[in-house]
């Protein structure tokens, strides 16, 4: 067990909607980052957190939004749903966001279904 | 895009056997770390070496670090049936020596290991 808890695990939607996941970070992180698995584009970073604030942004898309919290817990919405955003979405978290060395701890994903 | 390439994609080997993955990147790094992903499961932190060491141990891994051909190495000595899982190599290659944790993943070796 990681440390980093991820809501729900799993997810089934239909195309056009929203969702939102949440993460818990591990206790004392306070960076956060947003991950995507998917089969044909592998693992990708999408967004990072650092004590509230956004810190760096991968290929995250414009309908997809994520915030970081006060009490360091982080969402992330995806809206307007394609088919193609199936995919295992990953939470991680570290101690600090800016140093070399900095090992990034996962959650267990959740697995997101658009039908 | 995929910084690291990691060879081979597939490896299937009897127990007790070594297994020995490679990852290659492109370009300069901080550290890199190896991830174990259980099938369809969250990613579990196995190790990380930072750019300026050559070789690291924990327990039955063994991970080297070459940086003058951007290339890494994860050796798993004496393996077991429950060693069975995806295995992936990730570079941090924060800007000015630190890092944001803004990893960047290979496709992954599917490690089998036969009773």
């Known amino acids: 067990d990681s440390g980093v808890t991820q809501t729900p695990k799993h997810l089934i939607t239909a195309t056009g909607q929203r969702v939102t996941l949440r993460c818990s970070p591990r206790?004392?992180?306070?960076?956060v980052y947003w991950y995507q698995q998917s089969l044909d584009q592998g693992l990708q970073f999408l967004i990072q957190?650092?004590?509230?604030?956004?810190?760096a942004k991968g290929n995250i898309l414009e309908r997809f939004s994520a915030q970081q919290f006060p009490d360091l817990h982080s969402e992330l919405n995806l809206s307007s749903l394609e088919l193609g955003d199936s995919a295992l979405y990953f939470c991680?978290?570290?101690?600090?966001?800016?140093?070399?060395?900095?090992?990034?701890?996962f959650g267990e994903g959740s697995w997101l279904t658009v039908v | 895009s995929q910084q690291g390439e990691e060879d081979p994609q597939a490896l299937s080997i009897q127990e007790g056997e070594n297994a020995t993955m490679n990852c290659s990147y492109k370009t300069s790094i901080n550290n890199l770390q190896w991830y174990r992903q259980n099938s369809g499961r969250g990613l579990v932190h196995l190790i990380l070496?930072?750019?300026?060491?050559r070789e690291k141990h924990s327990g039955r891994l063994r991970v080297t670090l070459d940086t003058s051909k951007k290339s890494s190495s994860l050796l798993i000595t004496a393996s077991r049936a429950a060693d069975t899982a995806s295995y992936f190599c990730?570079?941090?290659?924060?800007?000015?020596?630190?890092?944001?944790?803004?990893?960047?993943f290979g496709q992954g070796t599917i490690l089998t290991v036969h009773p």
């Open positions: 957190y650092y004590n509230g604030e956004e810190r």
């Open positions: 991680a978290s570290s101690v600090i966001g800016a140093v070399s060395g900095n090992t990034i701890y």
């Open positions: 070496i930072r750019s300026n060491e």
């Open positions: 206790s004392g992180d306070l960076s």
């Open positions: 990730a570079t941090d290659a924060g800007a000015g020596g630190t890092s944001y944790g803004k990893l960047t």
